[in-house]
């Protein structure tokens, strides 16, 4: 039986990767649910000289890769996605750039077509291509060394590699329209754009040429094998200046899983066996009890705004337990592991998706000695309009939405997916009895600088009415414990410093990450809002079994103030880190200041990030005009659930509870 199919790819989400700096790493999402560490070494130059920095936040377009000798081969779920830098300028002939990347695959996904293949290491499903560097023109030459760790430890064996060269357009002008042809030394392990003469080859124009990607360069796919497995990748990049220009090589690194279903394997008739003789009639049995149906489990997600409020709602069911489960869905219900039995999901961008726009979902959750992670991509193919893919969510952080676009592309705006929670369904709602009411301990503290007084004052006044209207709409035993960073202010709820707070509690100094009042130039320690909720979060004398909630009122950067910068990001990932495992909620409020509008994008942006990660919401200014009752009580009801519990619905799942849930959280 001959398969005629195409391989359809999916390829990694490179759209958040943002370059750390030689020698560290990322692990960017495999689009199947793991990831891939990627790390730059440095060689010749320093993080200063790159023309272009590594970025994968720029979709590549899809007829580019589908021509030449992958026309009507491949086929593309989603988008193609690569990490695209430019090295820096060479003006010295012979002079060379060099520097190396590794691809770390020990939480890869190998592969969602078949189930032969664990994880943590490349498979006959992978697939590694690069593209646009000089294939030797006049300007510079460049090559790529590759190198890996096999995952038995044997030498690595490029033999069963398998090189496929895009198409070009026809040669046009006095620079040319084509494509060179990239060439695949195994012997030396190089890639480069010579043949064994040392001369360039040009592609031949496919009946489906695409476009090309610029004069003498190309791009290779190669094809992995199932007989050598690999850890890791190396590729070792060498750019030569020749003559002429000075080149300034830009290349892109792209990684791609085969995501079809696996073509049937054809089977030779047997022939017919002799009939044999009758058997004598034996007693009917006597019937077996009917067996207990398999329990049906729901779960249920959402994709938040940068804020921390719902955007969107999802759900699946599929026959099995809570845990453990392993759910590894492709395209139609193919893969392996658990099977689903139905899907939703509607945000206003892309509305209402089924199973049937269901492309992957990865979910793994209580399986031994494996992460659990969550990972969906799902679109209205053939049209591929409407796209949303988004993940690796896990139960301790939430999951970047890398591809997000219906009627507009909003991929840039910020959006993550939270971890998939158990809906168990009730019939209805009761009136909730005494020892049904949750405990919820919240502690608000505020940056004591002077400029936040007026929000001191106007939050002490507006909370009393705002317990009390909670009290009616999400009743809980409420303790609130109100405290300044460094200092206070008279006549208002925040007469206590966390230093004071924890040092009644019995915690000594050393372990307070706050720093002194006077220890900081401007009264910055007053404005340390990121190690204060790192201090809370550890030493504060939370009540056994009661949901922890922080709410963080400031008007600068998390760490000692403005101007705010790297540290600031750095300090509030710090506490994103502490109030997670802490399992405490954070809600922020940003006050309004007189600070330079960029300043006051970045801080926004990161108490928007430190909310929305740790499960709680992020507020401004504007949330307050009225004054703070309306806030104040949005914070003490989202604080009733636990810490990445998934909110109202939708439950049961179908397409019109999703609908219903999204609308009801507007």
């Given at each position: ?10 390829f ?5 990767y ?10 960017v999402?495999?689009?199947l649910?793991g ?7 440095q ?7 790159w ?23 491949f ?14 300028m060479?003006r010295r ?21 078949s189930?032969?293949?664990s ?7 992978t ?13 510079g ?11 038995d430890?044997?030498?690595l ?21 084509h ?40 791009l ?57 003789p009758?058997?004598?009639?034996e007693?009917?049995p006597?019937?077996?009890p009917?067996?207990e ?29 809570e ?6 869905h ?6 392996r ?61 939430h999951?970047?939405v ?13 959006r ?22 949750p ?14 007084r ?76 990121a190690?204060?909720?790192?201090d809370?979060?550890?030493h504060?004398s ?13 008007d ?6 403005n ?45 928007a990030?430190v909310?929305?990660?740790?499960g709680?919401?992020g507020f ?5 005009l ?8 949005k ?23 999703v ?8």
């Open positions: 039986m001959s398969d005629t199919r195409t391989t359809n790819l999916t990694w989400a490179t759209q958040e943002r370059y750390p700096g030689f020698e560290s790493t990322v692990e999402p495999d689009g649910g990831t891939i560490g990627v790390t730059y070494h060689r010749d130059y320093n993080d200063r000289a023309k272009r920095k590594p970025d994968g936040e720029h979709p590549f377009p899809v007829n580019r890769l589908l021509s030449g000798q992958l026309d009507k081969r086929s593309v779920a989603g988008t193609v996605n690569s990490i695209t830098c430019i090295m820096p060479l002939r012979g002079s060379e750039n060099n520097y190396s990347v590794t691809l770390d695959f020990r939480s890869f996904k190998a592969s969602a077509a189930s032969q293949a994880d943590g290491a490349t498979s006959g499903d697939y590694l291509a690069v593209s646009r560097f000089f294939n030797g023109s006049t300007a030459y460049t090559t790529i060394k590759i190198t890996a760790q096999t995952l430890g044997s030498a064996d490029l033999s069963n590699w398998t090189l496929l060269n895009s198409g070009s357009l026809p040669s046009k002008g006095r620079m040319g329209g494509n060179a042809r990239i060439f695949f030394d195994k012997e030396s392990q190089v890639i480069s754009g010579r043949n064994e003469s040392g001369t360039q080859e040009f592609c031949p124009t496919p009946p489906d040429p695409g476009r090309k990607f610029g004069s003498d360069t190309g290779a796919l190669l094809h992995l094998p199932d007989s050598q497995r690999y850890v890791s990748i190396t590729l070792s990049v060498r750019q030569e200046k020749i003559r002429g220009a000075n080149p300034n090589d830009l290349h892109d690194i792209f990684v791609a899983s085969n995501t079809s279903p696996k073509a049937p394997v054809a089977v030779e008739p047997e022939s017919a066996p002799e009939p044999e009758a058997p004598e009639p007693p009917a006597e019937p077996e009917a067996s149906p398999m329990q049906s489990t729901t779960y249920t997600f959402e994709v938040l705004n940068k804020d921390g409020t719902v955007f969107g709602k999802g759900c699946f069911t599929y026959a099995g337990d845990q453990p489960v392993d759910i590894a492709i395209m139609g219900s193919r893969g592991g658990t099977e689903l039995t139905s899907f939703w999901y509607h945000d206003p961008l892309v509305g209402t998706m089924s199973i049937d726009q269901l492309l992957s979902m990865n979910f793994m959750n209580g399986v031994d000695d494996k992460p659990s992670r969550f990972s969906i991509t799902i679109a209205n193919v053939p049209e591929d309009t409407h796209v949303l893919a988004g993940g690796v969510a896990t139960p301790e952080e999951g970047g890398s591809t997000h676009r219906g009627t507009e592309n909003m991929s840039c705006a910020g993550i997916i939270t971890f998939p929670q158990p809906c168990h369904c009730p019939a209805g709602k009761a009136a909730q009895s005494e020892s049904e009411i405990p919820v301990d919240l502690v608000v503290v505020i940056d004591s600088s002077v400029s936040m007026p929000d001191a004052v106007s939050l002490s006044e507006s909370v009393s009415a705002a317990i009390e209207s909670a009290k009616e709409t999400c009743p809980s035993d409420l303790k609130v414990t109100y405290l300044g960073i460094e200092g206070r202010f008279r006549d208002t709820l925040f007469d206590t410093t966390i230093r004071q707070h924890l040092t009644e509690l019995g915690v000594e100094e050393s372990a307070m990450r706050g720093r002194k009042r006077g220890t900081v130039a401007s009264g910055g320690a007053q404005e340390d809002g190690r204060a909720i790192e809370i979060s550890r504060h939370w009540r056994p079994n009661a949901q922890r909630a922080m709410l963080f009122l400031g600068e950067g998390l760490d000692g103030g101007p705010p910068g790297d540290e600031d990001i750095a300090a509030a990932t710090q506490a994103i880190n502490v109030a997670t495992q802490a399992k405490v909620r954070v809600h922020t409020y940003l006050a309004e200041s007189k600070a330079k509008a960029a300043f006051r994008r970045l801080n926004e942006s990161e108490y990030r909310a929305s990660t740790t709680g919401q401004t200014h504007n949330d307050a009225g004054g703070f009752q309306a806030m104040l009580e914070v003490i009801c989202a604080s009733n659930e636990s810490v990445g519990a998934t909110a109202t619905g939708p439950c049961p799942c179908n397409g019109e509870t609908e219903s849930a999204v609308a009801a959280a507007d």
